[in-house]
C-alpha cells in the first residue's frame, strides 16, 4: 500500500528539518529480489536502512568493528555472478 498524503507530509517536514544533518539516497532493487534482502535485515534483528548502511561502512571501513553488522564469512550471500 503507498503511504498516505500525510505520511507522505510527515516525511517532508522531518526530511526539511533534519536536511543538515542526514542525506538520503534511493537504491533501487528488482522486485524479485526484494523478499531476499527484507528477509535478511529482519534475521539480523534490521531494518533495511540499517543493513544497508552497515554493509557499506563495512566496505569502507572493513577494519573498524561495526556493531550489528557481520563479516562476510558470517553471512550467506547468493551469488550474484561477479
Known sequence: MPPSEAKKRANRKWDEAHRADYWRCTVAFRADEKEMVTARAAKLGQTVSEYIRGLV???????EDHPGVFSAEDIDLPDFGE
Open 57 to 63: 561502512f563495512q566496505d569502507i571501513h572493513p577494519e
